[in-house]
């Protein structure tokens, strides 16, 4: 290519293509001879969704490519969180989208849903590879139809969510990435050992001090301490792999032994320097995880307020089924649940001095 032709001048419409998006648009209603104004808002509403779910797809898909290799470079850390926290603010504007449709009546709606049967959200091929990507495989999908999910899409678009659900998703990716921590080997030593001693006595002076309450009843005080908890429950999940995998096993956990306890370390000390960005990395995933479910959520109430109870035209039970999605498609549950097993800064075992200087800047793989 000619450096003339390279850096040949280009109009503002013609390099945006404003003539095809602006000519995208195409009220059923309008050309059924009863035109609803409102439904040019429902329309690009949803292609503004659809451009931006192409983004979404950009930036993961990016991320995807970053974590499948068996050394990921610290530099591509810093790429990937960059990239999921655009992600973020993307799923934000998401959510504030909805107020926007909101500013049409349930009644203005149903001046023209009529025409859009069977037309749905569930045909939103782009928001399909999303899920699929980010990590909600077949298995843990709820199904609203006897058939597959991606049955209503063409021939080629169901072979492309087919392969994309036969891949690593990005759940895959990072799961392995922690397993590979180098951060779980620390010689002489033991993380696990030490954080579980630290467990023990935080609870032993919980419940002490339960106990030794001057205004606490005692059916108060035991209902606190089975509220308080003990190795057996909430900490189980790292004190015994063998429950851990049992619940995976069950459905219950996802996440892998090994890369729940280095996502717990990374997470209690994420202040030291080389372990910064893995935690911000974790902190972006969780982040992107509760904006897609507060997305969900919104989604739903939208649909209640101009719908009620009415079946959805994709054929789904509408509001019912989508309140189910909010809890049950959540895909990174695991990375929320790793609170429940934080202890305080003051609990936190003391690292040695050899191994905080090899958590420093400029640690080095072997």
């Known amino acids: 290519m000619s450096k003339e032709k390279k850096y040949s001048s280009i109009h503002y419409s013609s390099y945006l293509g404003l003539e095809k998006i602006l000519d995208a648009q195409h009220p059923r209603s309008k050309e059924l001879g009863e035109e609803a104004h409102e439904e040019m808002l429902f329309i690009i509403i949803h292609q503004v969704y659809e451009l931006w779910f192409k983004q979404i797809l950009h930036e993961v898909d990016s991320v995807v490519s970053l974590f499948k290799t068996d050394n990921v470079d610290e530099k591509n850390i810093d790429v990937a969180v960059l990239r999921l926290e655009r992600v973020n603010e993307i799923l934000k504007l998401l959510t504030q989208q909805i107020k926007v449709l909101e500013t049409m009546t349930p009644l203005d709606f149903l001046d023209f849903r009529g025409y859009l049967f069977p037309a749905s959200g569930f045909q939103s091929f782009q928001f399909r590879k999303l899920e699929v990507t980010l990590g909600l495989k077949i298995e843990k999908?709820?199904?609203?139809?006897?058939?597959?999910?991606?049955h209503e899409f063409d021939e080629a678009q169901q072979k492309e969510i087919e392969k994309i659900e036969s891949e690593s998703s990005l759940f895959d990716l990072v799961?392995?990435?922690?397993?590979?921590?180098?951060?779980?080997?620390?010689?002489?030593?033991?993380?696990?050992?030490?954080?579980?001693?630290?467990?023990r006595n935080m609870l032993q002076r919980e419940r002490d001090a339960i106990?030794?309450?001057?205004?606490?009843?005692?059916?108060?005080k035991e209902m606190r301490l089975k509220m308080n908890g003990d190795t057996?429950?909430?900490?189980?999940?790292?004190?015994?792999?063998?429950?851990?995998?049992i619940l995976i096993a069950e459905g219950k956990v996802k996440l892998s032994f090994k890369a729940t306890i280095a996502a717990l370390l990374i997470q209690l000390y994420g202040n030291e320097p080389i372990l910064q960005l893995p935690c911000r990395l974790i902190n972006v995933i969780t982040e992107m995880d509760e904006l897609l479910t507060n997305w969900r959520y919104r989604h739903a109430q939208m649909v209640m307020r101009m719908l009620g109870k009415k079946s959805g035209t994709g054929g789904s039970s509408g509001y019912e089924y989508l309140m189910d999605t909010v809890k049950k498609h959540q895909i990174f549950l695991d990375f929320h649940n790793i609170s429940t097993l934080l202890i305080p800064r003051?609990?936190?075992?003391?690292?040695?001095?050899?191994m905080k200087r090899s958590l420093g800047f400029y640690y080095k793989h072997g």
């Open 141 to 150: 999908r709820i199904s609203y139809t006897p058939y597959k999910y991606y």
């Open 211 to 220: 106990l030794n309450s001057d205004y606490l009843s005692d059916h108060e």
């Open 175 to 199: 799961q392995a990435w922690l397993e590979r921590t180098p951060f779980l080997d620390m010689g002489e030593y033991d993380f696990k050992s030490k954080y579980m001693q630290a467990v």
């Open 232 to 245: 057996d429950s909430f900490f189980i999940n790292v004190f015994d792999e063998v429950h851990h995998n």
């Open 346 to 354: 003051s609990e936190l075992p003391e690292l040695p001095e050899e």
